[in-house]
């Protein structure tokens, strides 16, 4: 079976037991701090299996694509050294929220497996694992299903702590968990490894295919298991890996998805392909890097971004080990959307946004890759005996993406070798920092579980009648709130916006006779929405009726600028092109911000071609419509989902006009016209290749232009002219400015000349050599540089340096004639002097600059200049 015919059986299969199938989410997890990237199947279902949010379905089956190359979850070292190691991969998983238990699923996994009509495996391959406690599980296996007790194995606490064995599973230190069962397979005696839980356990032969994990239990801080009231699976399965079994090879890079990209690599680099362990970083690595990309990933220096780099250099890096020649990998794209964009349309629709992102980052690490070998050159040439040090190795490593066997192969060439411990050392000390600073120490019993959910009446009122379900204080549930106390509300239906999609939550009160309870933000959590606030006056007790009331004004305003975010995005897409996505948004009612992908900034013409398009879609004053629907036919009609939302089985359509559709679950304008006027006050980038756009709208776009002519007045104002001529004012202004410099710059070289004259009367002669170090407070480092060229040539053969406190800094200029540079050189000097005052400096030879923060030490950093002459000479 192919793969695709392999994902397909998976999906329909569990369909056919009443499964709902679910799409695979993003590699950026939604709403999820805890995680760098999507990385298991469950992933989307956290909240469900939290009971922070209940689906339409209490059975689930999905193939999840999934990135593990950063954080606790990292595999990038092992890719294309071993057979079943992937930085991207594909997880088949059935799930149950509260549903069916173990028996059901034991009883699906093996049938999928074993009957003809799906995958057909000998049953005698098949080995399973229990947690070693778990006798419910073993019954089933051995006594239902009738697998003998030879291939039955129990693996215990295996991991040196309570709970922490290969067959237990924890969603982290507190929260879900319990034992697992997995499914083996057995490729042969003819294949060197021992069965699951023996010495030999980490060879070939016996491979896990699928792995059953129970949530049964919830621990809490003292380590203690409490039984869940409702019991849910979670199973996964490896695409990769059953491919693998199915087509009867030993490593995953011998499947029908690797062998087209494969093939396509080995093109773009133009070698053959034997299979090299290169060639299998290269192939691999074009999966998670396109995907990556397709989900909003962009190359960056810190998190997602930083991984996503090392990644695309880490493939380059591979691919000149194998004779390549300037950029191939963005040359590989169209074979992986060849193999996987029916399954995943996201490639197909982001083919040439990938493609220019992967060659625009290796023409940047071709460059890198010259400056890292200049750093290289320069630590060997300063390289005292012959081991290149373990820092230096792990800086070029991880500063400018050299591999380890890069410098090892430099090395060698000088006859040198590399302290390859060191190096480990400081990865190491890199794991634990990467480590410490992963957010998995969250305290899943710590968060506000709420059982109801909330009816949202927003949409059409502004305030209404409700009741109260729930009261918080300090995260805990309370019964009464009193006066003064800060708090959390939840009410059974309300008005108030909860902050979602970049819209802030609704602010307003809460009124239950005398008590009156401030709302200053608005959250939601699975299906309840959170009214945060404090209470003014009164009491409110758990079951009381309240009377609820937005903040009108600053709701208007509001839906003013999440409009104009619409309208903004679809105008972006126009201008710029389609490669541009929403990487994040925060609207209120002061303004609106907009973050989205591009590589360069924004031209003045493309900012007023936005402006006006946005402005004449709002004078059109087109109905802003809303459609419910599932999100199939949302995608039918050409809805684009928001960066960072989360959509349900049923989402809500916003049209405008024929401009924009989009996903939107936010409070908007009757008619684009309501927003009155769009002005772009602000673009600039916030990371690697995403830009960012603030505007305001409406009374605040009208405050702004306001704003705006009363400072051009003032300006004209100051050049005695007008707004009509201002703009000639201000030319005349600036030219008779340039003429003045000018002129001053004559004046300083003149005075300059003048003080050459002076100065080289004083120079003192060592060992023949005219030395002069002279302090001359108020000169510019230009200054300095001009009389140190005059010095020398009045001076002929001679050492030079002058120092000057500038503008509460020091700053520093050598110069040493070209007959001593042989001896002496300026940079040497420079870096004397430029430590002793606080400061850093280097240069040529002949001539060098410097500086530093410590005045007081400029006399002692000038009188270096001597003992450097008389070492040198």
Request: with cysteine; net charge negative; aromatic share 8%.
């Amino acid at each position: 079976m192919k793969s695709a015919e392999i994902r397909e059986a998976f999906l329909r299969f569990f369909e056919e037991q009443g499964h709902t199938r679910v799409a695979s989410s993003s590699l950026i997890p939604g709403n999820d701090p805890t995680l760098l990237f999507t990385n298991a199947g469950m992933n989307q279902f956290k909240d469900c299996f939290l009971g922070q949010e209940k689906r339409a379905y209490t059975r689930a089956v999905s193939s999840q694509k999934c990135v593990r190359a950063g954080g606790k979850h990292n595999d990038l070292e092992n890719v294309g050294y071993t057979a079943r190691h992937h930085t991207f991969f594909e997880m088949l998983g059935n799930f149950s929220f509260g549903d069916y238990f173990k028996r059901d699923a034991i009883t699906y996994a093996w049938n999928f497996l074993t009957c003809e009509k799906w995958l057909n495996l000998p049953k005698e391959k098949l080995w399973v694992t229990v947690y070693a406690s778990d006798d419910e599980a073993y019954d089933i296996w051995t006594k239902d299903i009738g697998v003998p007790a030879e291939r039955m194995v129990r693996i215990g606490d295996n991991k040196g702590a309570p709970y922490a064995s290969d067959n237990f599973w924890t969603m982290g230190d507190t929260g879900p968990c319990g034992p697992c069962t997995e499914i083996f397979y057995d490729h042969g005696a003819d294949i060197w490894g021992g069965p699951p839980g023996s010495p030999e356990e980490d060879g070939d032969r016996y491979i896990e295919i699928w792995n059953n994990v129970f949530m049964q239990f919830n621990r809490t801080a003292d380590g203690v298991l409490h039984p869940l009231p409702a019991p849910s699976v979670d199973t996964g399965m490896g695409l990769e890996r059953i491919s693998a079994v199915l087509q009867h090879v030993h490593s995953n890079y011998e499947i029908d998805l690797f062998q087209s990209l494969l093939s396509a690599s080995a093109k773009a680099i133009g070698c053959t392909n034997d299979a090299q362990a290169s060639l299998k970083v290269v192939a691999d690595h074009i999966r998670s890097c396109g995907f990556l990309i397709a989900d909003g990933v962009l190359p960056s220096n810190e998190g997602r971004g930083y991984v996503l780099r090392r990644i695309i250099r880490r493939a380059c890096r591979h691919g000149n080990k194998l004779g390549a020649k300037g950029s191939f990998f963005y040359q590989i794209v169209a074979a992986l959307v060849a193999e996987m964009g029916e399954a995943f349309p996201e490639l197909k629709s982001q083919q040439a946004h990938i493609e220019r992102v992967l060659k625009a980052e290796e023409e940047q690490f071709a460059k890198t890759l010259e400056q890292g070998l200049k750093i290289l050159e320069q630590d060997l040439a300063e390289l005292k005996g012959d081991v290149v040090p373990g820092d230096v190795v792990f800086k070029l490593y991880d500063t400018y993406g050299f591999p380890m066997d890069l410098t090892g192969d430099i090395a060698r060439e000088r006859s040198l070798t590399i302290d390859e411990e060191g190096f480990e050392r400081e990865m190491e000390a890199q794991r634990v920092r990467a480590r410490s600073a992963s957010s998995f120490g969250m305290d899943y019993n710590s968060l506000v579980k709420v059982d109801v959910a909330t009816e949202f009446t927003g949409y059409t009122a502004h305030s209404g009648s409700a009741k109260i379900v729930a009261l918080y204080k300090d995260g805990q549930s309370v019964d009464v709130l009193s006066e003064g106390e800060e708090g959390v509300v939840v009410l059974n239906q309300t008005p108030f916006y909860a902050e979602s999609g970049g819209q802030i939550g609704d602010c307003g009160f809460l009124q239950a006779g005398a008590a009156r309870f401030d709302v200053r933000d608005t959250t939601k959590t699975g299906g309840a929405f959170l009214h945060h606030g404090v209470l003014d006056s009164g009491s409110l007790i758990v079951g009381a009726p309240v009377e609820t009331h937005v903040d009108a004004d600053v709701r208007h305003a509001t839906s003013l600028n999440h409009s104009a975010t619409h309208l903004l995005h679809a105008a972006l897409r126009q201008v710029l092109g389609e490669h541009v996505q929403q990487k994040g948004s925060l609207v209120d009612s002061q303004r609106l911000r907009f973050d989205f992908s591009h590589f360069e900034a924004i031209k003045p013409e493309q900012l007023k071609a936005l402006e006006d398009i946005v402005n004449a879609e709002i004078r059109k004053n087109s109905e802003v419509e809303t459609e419910e629907t599932d999100i199939e036919t949302a995608k039918q009609k050409g809805a684009m989902a928001l960066f960072g939302e989360k959509y349900g089985d049923s989402v809500r359509v916003l049209s405008m006009g024929d401009f924009s559709v989009e996903l939107c679950g936010g409070i908007h304008a009757t008619r684009t016209g309501d927003i009155g006027l769009l002005k772009i006050i602000s673009e600039g980038g916030v990371a690697s290749g995403v830009r960012r756009i603030e505007a305001v709208t409406g009374a605040a776009a009208l405050a702004y232009l306001n704003a705006a002519e009363e400072q051009l007045k003032e300006a004209a104002n100051l050049v005695k002219g007008s707004r009509d001529n201002l703009i000639d004012k201000l030319s005349a202004v600036l030219e008779r400015n340039r003429l003045l410099e000018k002129q001053l710059e004559q004046l300083q070289a003149k005075a300059a000349s003048a003080a050459g004259d002076d100065l080289s009367a004083s120079a003192l002669d060592v060992k023949g050599v005219k030395v002069l170090a002279v302090r001359l407070d108020g000169q510019d480092g230009k200054a300095l540089l001009a009389l140190v060229d005059q010095l020398k040539n009045k001076l002929g053969r001679a050492v030079i340096l002058l120092g000057s406190v500038h503008e509460e800094k020091v700053v520093l200029v050598a110069g040493v004639t070209k007959d001593l540079t042989g001896q002496l050189k300026a940079g040497d000097l420079m870096k004397q002097a430029a430590a002793a005052v606080g400061g850093k400096g280097g240069g040529r030879p002949d001539m060098a600059q410097g500086g530093g923060i410590d005045a007081g030490a400029l006399d002692a950093a000038l009188a270096l200049t001597v003992p450097f002459v008389e070492q040198g000479l």
